[in-house]
């Protein structure tokens, strides 16, 4: 179990402090699929809504193991429920798959760029997803189904690796029910017997039902893919200015000091995440940067 | 009632064709109904035919020992399905089977190619619409195989 220190409950200049971890209790864990999780949190102490933008992230800090920016999955509209869905894969993260309910974490954020849910109303809206950059997305997804009125045409095109692969799927066929969303996944290979789509990504895009016109496009995935999968938005006729891409990078400050992210000219921490495709597009070909 | 002639000078493999070339090309297709879990075509088997998918779903299978058939690639409304019929030797290199009631225009490849040497104009538009295909399927097929999704994005 993660130990964490005395709440601070008088140290106002500390509170302001960006560097500063807030603790937040582990209320539920949730096993997505056989390397990835999620996580549910509440601030310790004060009660104290969490408020963000869908896009945003938060730096985690498991107690003695380390920090990571994390992308926050839930829904923007619950302020009272912290959500990040993450993969165990590095040292941090493998050390946070290890906790459980009770447990506490240091959060600090939400920081970073969010996706462009204002220049998204009133046109169709395309989210493009692989792997777990689903997660990400999720809480863009979550705004724009509560509130489905503003926008045209919602599409959602999900690539992953296998069957066993696919994240928030229960969610994902709730959502393919309603007659509002048009939601697509492929994954990359299938025994015999699936009766799904097996396939990449880029391959939905030519046929999926939107106005390439007047569509704007949230990307987020693995950049090789995000690369790609611009191509074929361009192809399809997606304006450039209109398509909306995630990074990440490592990320150690979270506030644009330290420089770790530095992508080029921008820090992806604090002028990103989210970027307008043109922005970075040059910089996704060179893998020096 | 849409007859083989507009079907196939709608679709978007054949767009642009001329219409005497469209006309060669119906003379050599004929509509076809595939009921779920049927195979259409087995890897091995002798190439003639190319399929224009109109409803339904294909899956396109390899065998591999000890672990069955894994679906490489799923096809449908609006896809082609099939090249083999175009390349020597002319023998089908996957299994291809229909995981939902499938409909689609069959061309039967033979055919085809009896046309095509004679008229080299209309083997040339052949060869470019074929040869966009397959380069979209091989670079579909490099990006599976980076397994991109096996590392963080």
Not at chain 1, 127 to 134: C, D, M, P, Q, S
Not at chain 2, 25 to 52: P, Q, W
Not at chain 2, 127 to 138: G, H, Q
Request: proline residues 6%; hydrophobic residues 40%; glycine residues 8%.
């Amino acid at each position: 179990m993660a130990t964490v220190p005395e709440v601070r409950s008088e140290a106002t200049a500390e509170a302001v402090n960006p560097m500063n971890p807030d603790p937040f209790v582990i209320r539920r864990v949730k096993r997505e699929t056989e390397d990835t999780f999620t996580v549910e949190l509440e601030p310790q102490g004060a009660q104290k809504d969490f408020r963000f933008a869908p896009g945003q992230f938060n730096m985690i800090y498991v107690y003695g193991v380390g920090e990571i920016p994390i992308s926050i999955s839930g829904d923007p509209a619950d302020t009272k429920r912290l959500v990040h869905t993450t993969r165990a894969v590095g040292t941090v993260t493998k050390a946070m798959d290890k906790l459980r309910r009770g447990d506490v974490l240091g959060i600090r954020g939400p920081y970073g760029i969010p996706w462009p849910i204002d220049k998204a109303m009133g046109q169709d809206v395309v989210f493009v997803a692989g792997g777990i950059g689903l997660a990400p997305l999720r809480p863009a997804l979550y705004h724009v189904v509560t509130h489905r009125e503003r926008f045209g045409k919602v599409v959602l095109l999900y690539g992953t690796r296998s069957p066993a692969d696919i994240l928030f799927r229960e969610e994902l066929e709730n959502w393919r029910a309603r007659f509002d969303l048009d939601v697509y996944v492929t994954v990359d290979r299938a025994m015999s017997g699936w009766k799904g789509n097996v396939g990449v990504v880029t391959n939905m895009i030519p046929k999926a039902p939107f106005d390439p016109r007047n569509a704007v496009a949230m990307v987020c995935g693995p950049e090789v893919m995000m690369r790609f999968t611009a191509s074929e938005l361009l192809k399809r006729g997606v304006d450039q200015n209109s398509i909306y891409v995630s990074m990440e990078r490592n990320m150690k400050c979270g506030i644009g000091l330290c420089g770790h992210c530095q992508f080029g000219p921008v820090f992806i921490c604090k002028d990103g995440p989210v970027f307008p495709y043109p922005q970075i597009k040059d910089m996704l070909l060179k893998w020096e940067i | 009632m849409e007859n083989l002639e507009s079907i196939l000078a709608e679709h978007p493999f054949f767009q642009g064709l001329k219409e005497d070339h469209l006309n060669l090309i119906v003379g050599c297709a004929s509509n076809v109904r595939f009921d779920a879990g049927k195979y259409i075509l087995r890897e091995g088997e002798e190439a003639n035919t190319f399929y224009l998918l109109r409803f339904g779903k294909v899956a396109l299978e390899l065998v591999t020992p000890n672990k069955g058939a894994i679906i490489i690639e799923t096809l449908d409304q609006g896809d082609i399905l099939g090249w083999s019929w175009l390349i020597p030797p002319y023998m089908w290199r996957f299994d291809a089977k229909a995981i939902e009631l499938t409909r689609a225009i069959a061309i039967d490849g033979k055919c085809l190619r009896r046309k095509v040497e004679a008229d080299h104009d209309l083997g040339y538009e052949i060869m470019k619409r074929f040869s966009e295909l397959l380069s979209k399927r091989f670079e579909a097929t490099r990006f599976q195989l980076l397994d991109m999704y096996g590392n963080r994005p």
